[in-house]
């Protein structure tokens, strides 16, 4: 069984290879393959996590090279579960953009540019959570980077362009400072491999164990998102097209707090900086929703929820004891899944009526009732509704704060409670403004126009008139359609029947949050026991080093 723990990395790396080699031709093959691959990658993720609570962590060093000279990859408990949790949602994804793709009559860009990059990305998170040391995580961070770049700016319009450089350029500072602290840490401590630095840290003085937790944490947070890191996400994500935003959002930041459980549990037992992610915890939660309170753009309102709810985690994180480690990794899989399918639903929602603001939006409910049920119950999991999964995560973690009695954590109590009803309540504004009232006058003749890859960064004359005409980039349109922008930001036909797989995609990320909740029992007693085996940490290093 351990020599399928690389393969989640490897797989979609040869793919990614394969599909290079043939180019935009055999269209139907590659998105075959890109669909086999990455239901390939769900089976092996499935296999690795029931194999990691059967018979505790797998290991493999690639090479047969042992630590710290070796490549080492680990998939325990924790591990497969986020493989899984991620698997599903970038297969569904996945699908969602094929819809896309087809329904936009544009061939050449998902096929030639999204899916090579989006297989990418899916080896570099994959490599994230099966590292088992610093460098081989930087790694994956380097993956992920370059493939989220070219996924931000694909189509090349200004608009991305300006926001996919404010992403790139706080990523590379956050490596750079990675880079640092990887460098740190082998000069004091004679390697970066995990399971050896549990026992090499605990030696070195107090005074360099703190900085180095610190800088670690510094660079988990930015790539969180966490408060006050987390300013370049509101901008850099609703620029997207639909499927690239879903992922990021559901994903990417998910990938620095597993980052930051796994280095606090591992690496610094008893940390000395809870207090500092307790407080970074209640400001996530507080200026997060506070944020999507202001905003009337729904890909906006849900980029501050997502700052706001990594707070949550980070409040599991910051406690220190498996009742808050186990409600933060409930917390994470929950949020994956929920987030990403209201990004859908949002995509959806935009190549129906042209927009996102929801000032234009009205009637949805009446004039698109399955579109309402596939926001309402997300929407719903988010706010933290019995019985979904997202209260049980919520309940975990208060019950933790309750139980660690001390002033920090009774704040953060009442922090998440308080976040927790402000989201019911944004979720209810967008519910009334989009989908309940009335549509607005000129609301189905009308929407906003995004930049196509045809327009000039300031050419906004041209903008009105295609926002007069129905048209963008020169296409001419039925009377009365609104445009949007497609992969690569050409102005595109909105319509009333949305594609099917699109809706197909998003029904069933919807259904994956609710099983959450059906097997509300179980995931909670896997948490437990991933809590249990990383706080532990013997399990993991004996795995690893085989002692």
């Given at each position: 069984m351990n020599a399928l723990v690389p393969l989640p990395v490897l797989l979609p790396l040869c793919v990614t290879g394969l599909k290079l080699a043939i180019g935009p031709r055999l269209q139907r093959f590659q998105r075959f393959i890109s669909l086999a691959v990455l239901g390939a990658v769900l089976v092996l993720s499935v296999l690795l996590m029931v194999a990691a609570?059967?018979?505790?962590?797998?290991?493999?060093?690639?090479?047969?090279?042992?630590?710290?000279?070796?490549?080492?990859?680990?998939?325990?408990?924790?591990?497969?579960?986020?493989?899984?949790?991620?698997?599903?949602?970038?297969?569904?994804?996945?699908?969602?953009?094929?819809?896309q793709g087809m329904a936009d009559r544009d061939d050449q860009a998902p096929v030639g540019v999204f899916h090579p990059a989006y297989l990418i990305l899916v080896a570099g998170v994959s490599c994230t959570f099966l590292a088992g040391d610093l460098v081989n995580l930087y790694v994956g961070f380097e993956i992920m980077l370059v493939a989220s770049f070219v996924l931000l700016t694909i189509g090349g319009t200004a608009t991305r362009i300006r926001a996919g450089s404010t992403y790139v350029i706080i990523s590379l500072f956050s490596s750079v400072l990675f880079l640092v602290a990887i460098a740190m840490t082998y000069s004091v401590a004679g390697t970066v491999n995990f399971a050896q630095l549990a026992g090499r840290l605990q030696e070195i003085p107090l005074g360099a164990r703190t900085l180095l937790e610190a800088m670690l944490l510094t660079v988990f947070a930015i790539k969180a998102a966490v408060f006050p890191l987390a300013a370049w996400l509101p901008d850099s994500y609703p620029t997207a097209p639909a499927p690239v935003t879903a992922v990021f959002a559901g994903l990417l930041t998910k990938v620095g707090i597993y980052s930051m459980l796994r280095t606090q549990t591992l690496l610094f037992p008893g940390h000395r900086l809870g207090d500092l992610l307790m407080l970074a915890a209640l400001a996530s939660m507080v200026v997060g929703i506070l944020g999507a309170v202001a905003q009337t753009d729904l890909k906006r309102v849900l980029s501050f929820t997502l700052i706001s709810h990594i707070g949550y985690m980070v409040f599991g994180i910051a406690l220190a004891g498996r009742g808050s480690i186990s409600g933060a990794i409930v917390y994470v899989a929950h949020h994956i899944t929920v987030q990403t399918t209201l990004f859908l639903v949002a995509g959806l929602i935009e190549r129906r009526d042209g927009t996102t603001e929801l000032t234009r939006l009205g009637g949805l409910a009446k004039t698109a009732p399955l579109l309402a049920v596939l926001f309402f119950v997300p929407a719903m999991n988010l706010a933290g509704i019995p019985p979904l999964s997202g209260f049980i995560g919520k309940l975990g973690l208060m019950r933790a704060g309750v139980d660690n009695g001390g002033d920090w954590a009774w704040a953060l109590v009442a922090g998440s409670a308080a976040t927790s009803l402000l989201t019911l309540y944004v979720m209810a504004k967008v519910w009334n403004l989009a989908f309940w009232r009335d549509?607005?006058?000129?609301?189905?003749?009308?929407?906003?126009?995004?930049?196509?890859?045809?327009?000039?960064?300031?050419?906004?004359?041209?903008?009105?008139?295609?926002?007069?005409?129905?048209?963008?980039?020169?296409?001419p349109v039925p009377a009365g359609a609104v445009v949007s922008a497609g992969f690569l930001g050409q102005a595109i036909?909105?319509?009333?029947?949305?594609?099917?797989p699109m809706l197909v995609a998003t029904g069933a990320a919807v259904s994956l949050g609710l099983l959450y909740t059906v097997l509300g029992g179980p995931l909670t007693t896997f948490t437990e026991a991933a809590a249990a085996e990383l706080l532990a940490r013997t399990p993991y290093i004996e795995a690893v080093l085989g002692r």
């Open positions: 609570d059967r018979h505790g962590p797998l290991s493999v060093h690639l090479g047969d090279f042992a630590p710290p000279i070796g490549i080492t990859l680990v998939a325990d408990r924790l591990a497969g579960l986020m493989l899984t949790v991620s698997s599903a949602v970038t297969l569904l994804v996945h699908l969602y953009s094929l819809g549509a607005p006058p000129g609301a189905e003749d009308e929407g906003r126009v995004l930049e196509s890859a045809e327009d000039e960064p300031g050419d906004d004359e041209d903008d009105e008139d295609e926002k007069a005409t129905g048209s963008g980039g020169g296409l036909t909105t319509t009333r029947r949305l594609p099917w």
